[in-house]
């Protein structure tokens, strides 16, 4: 039923060595489209005008159950209203958008995780609408993922324990897979609010823990719903000739890229300085505000890898894997290349605001996180081997070629950087 049932497979290994790509000497400067006063502590865009409409539809028995279990809804719409009206409307694309957690494409179940786009179109092809689809099981076991697991990977307290003894993290994640198995036993759409209260009720979930993983979630699925937006402000479902399937993937790689330097620009670069900001986020310094926006972010970049992860299990019988199959890249490569575009913005634009310690932190942060996913099967030597494929180098080269072609401002400084990754890994294949 593609459920998840084994999530970690334990694989006995030493620590894979990451093939990381490196920018050298590459500066991703973000500016503002717009004047805005760094100091304010609310900086408000500027609306936009138009008289169409969107819509959100919900299962109506969502809203018979509790507000933490409703939460997970509203906001993931609220993420992907929030972003789709300013990108649609830059594109001069219709910000006409439905947003459905009802429907489900084709060969999808309530809990498939993922999301699809749909694009509508005039008799000549042009955009005229824009619908978001999201299995409506999928807010709910993302919520429980974070609630369960990744809030606590990130607390300092919590993860001491997950360092000593990696597979108390990886019972966590076998822990959430059983009681999601559990609250689906009898799914059907009309006990749809009945599998959301089965699950929480066997992870434990009340409203307390909802005040503590709010945020978690909504910069995730924010992370999530900036890649599905990607898909449209690219114009790739109306783009003629058709994209062929090694365009294909890399239009997600790309939306991966655009996903990523959006996040970076909303949450880091228009950080407010000022000292009512400091006190809202109990930050000392604006360049500790700086710094644990920054740190948000890529601590969210891991989480979507352990989500893809988990994606994987459903696709292959239970058992992690960041495989891509036909369509997407290995979700190695779609974790580790957004990581550096994250880390070369927040260097070009605050090296002279974030010390060597700041940098320090999040490198360590990185490298204990990964090495407990390794230990305990999440990220493979197979998924680190991918990286050398042929057909993975050369998604770079043809990302790069789109990116010119479409004239994607914000990631046009990647270019010869992607060009150049190309042909090391090439080089690095040949027999010596």
Request: with cysteine.
């Amino acid at each position: 039923m593609g459920r998840l049932r084994r999530v970690i497979k334990q694989i006995e290994r030493p620590v894979v060595q990451l093939h990381r790509p490196r920018f050298s000497h590459v500066r991703l400067v973000v500016e503002s489209d717009d004047p805005w006063d760094s100091t304010a502590m609310t900086r408000r865009s500027s609306p936009v005008e138009t008289a169409l409409t969107s819509r959100v539809q919900f299962p109506s028995a969502l809203f018979s159950l509790e507000y933490d279990e409703i939460f997970p809804y509203e906001r993931f719409a609220h993420n992907l209203l929030c972003h789709a009206v300013d990108a649609l409307h830059a594109k001069d694309l219709p910000p006409k958008i439905s947003i459905e957690f009802a429907g489900l494409p084709e060969g999808q179940y309530p809990w498939t995780l993922n999301c699809s786009i749909t694009v509508g179109t005039d008799p000549s092809g042009n955009a005229t609408s824009f619908g978001f689809g999201i299995p409506n099981m999928v807010p709910a076991i993302i919520y429980a993922l974070v609630a369960t697991a990744l809030h606590d990977f990130f607390d300092p307290a919590e993860f001491r324990v997950f360092s000593a003894s990696p597979d108390v993290f990886a019972e966590r994640l076998k822990r959430l897979a059983a009681s999601v198995n559990l609250g689906l036993k009898n799914y059907s759409p009309e006990s749809f609010a009945l599998a959301i209260r089965g699950i929480y009720e066997q992870l434990g979930l009340d409203m307390w823990r909802l005040h503590q993983c709010s945020n978690d979630y909504d910069h995730l699925t924010k992370l999530i719903a900036n890649h599905e937006i990607a898909h449209a402000y690219l114009k790739q479902a109306t783009r003629s000739p058709h994209a062929t399937l090694s365009e294909g993937i890399a239009f997600e790689f790309i939306a991966d890229l655009l996903a990523t330097h959006w996040y970076f620009r909303k949450t880091v670069r228009l950080t407010p300085d000022s000292p009512e900001y400091r006190a809202f986020t109990k930050t000392g310094s604006h360049a500790d505000s700086i710094f644990e926006n920054a740190r948000r972010g890529l601590r969210n970049q891991i989480s979507l890898l352990v989500l893809m992860a988990l994606a994987g299990a459903q696709r292959n019988q239970g058992v992690a894997s960041l495989d891509g199959g036909s369509t997407h890249p290995n979700g190695l490569q779609r974790f580790l290349w957004p990581r550096q575009e994250f880390l070369v913005l927040l260097e070009s634009n605050y090296s002279n605001v974030l010390s060597k310690d700041h940098f320090d932190q999040l490198e360590t942060e990185y490298n204990e996180r990964m090495e407990v996913l390794n230990k305990i099967g999440l990220v493979s030597a197979a998924d680190s081997r991918v990286m050398l494929d042929p057909v993975q180098c050369d998604t770079y080269e043809v990302a790069a070629n789109l990116l010119e072609t479409l004239d994607v401002k914000e990631l046009t400084g990647l270019i010869p950087h992607l060009r150049k990754m190309r042909e090391t890994l090439s080089l690095q294949r040949e027999p010596r």
